[in-house]
């Protein structure tokens, strides 16, 4: 049973296009985050929903746009892409209770060419 | 802020244990992470610790010492699967439910026969 899936697991697309990436999870956890990590592995994150609110978001291009259409589901909406946002994007939960771990999707590839 | 270090590569042979550093200066703390991540795949929680002193899992601890802003993650009786990159993470202040982590760019370690 997939706790935490994304869709598409692939996006190769051309700049100046939009894009969207969409993340359920089935762990009834209350917090999800969308994380990039660049070709050095560098993982940062960029944006934490509570809840379906908005409680952290990170100095992030405004055409970067989440959205949480309820507490299971975090979608990316991305603008105007561009080379530099290619990178694996991680979609993650984390119970809201008392819980520390999060729990990672298995990542987007996003290539823009 | 948060700043984070670890070594980049480590290698280390088979059946032989490890140490993995890191270090971090950070302005407001609630507790260390490490995760393991292997090629291509999501990252996987490995040990947490908020309070000093060890915590064993198995083949995995993992060390905390607060006044030297200091973690390591100790890997025992290494097995050729543990090649992976091992990622240092610093939990921030909790905010409206959600806890930020900043991620160390990981150390990648190599298992040799």
């Known amino acids: 049973d997939t706790a935490v899936s994304q869709t598409p697991k692939y996006l190769v697309t051309q700049m100046g296009n939009d894009k969207s990436i969409k993340c359920e999870q089935n762990?009834?956890?209350?917090?999800m985050y969308w994380y990039k990590q660049d070709s050095k592995k560098f993982l940062k994150i960029m944006f934490s929903?509570?809840?379906?609110?908005?409680?952290i978001n990170e100095t992030v291009p405004n055409r970067f746009s989440p959205k949480s259409p309820d507490k299971a589901h975090l979608n990316l909406h991305i603008n105007s892409l561009e080379l530099g946002d290619s990178a694996v994007y991680f979609c993650?939960?984390?119970?809201?209770?008392?819980?520390?771990?999060?729990?990672f999707g298995p990542g987007t590839r996003l290539t823009v060419t | 802020g948060q700043n984070i270090d670890q070594p980049t590569e480590m290698t280390a042979t088979e059946g032989a244990i490890v140490q993995i550093n890191c270090t971090y200066q950070?302005?407001?703390?609630?507790?260390l992470f490490w995760y393991q991540q292997h090629a291509g795949e999501a990252p996987t929680f490995l040990s947490y610790?908020?309070?000093?002193g060890l915590e064993e899992k198995g083949r995995f601890s993992s060390f905390l010492s607060r006044s030297k802003g200091y973690s390591y993650l100790l890997l025992k009786e290494l097995q050729m699967k543990d090649s992976a990159s091992y990622l240092c993470?610093?939990?921030?202040?909790?905010?409206?439910?959600?806890?930020?982590?900043?991620f160390g760019t990981g150390t990648q370690l190599k298992v040799e026969l």
């Open positions: 993650a939960s984390k119970t809201g209770t008392g819980g520390y771990e999060q729990y």
């Open positions: 762990l009834g956890h209350d917090t």
């Open positions: 929903y509570n809840n379906k609110e908005l409680i």
């Open positions: 950070t302005s407001g703390f609630n507790g």
């Open positions: 610790n908020v309070l000093d």
């Open positions: 993470a610093v939990r921030g202040p909790i905010t409206g439910g959600g806890n930020k982590l900043t």
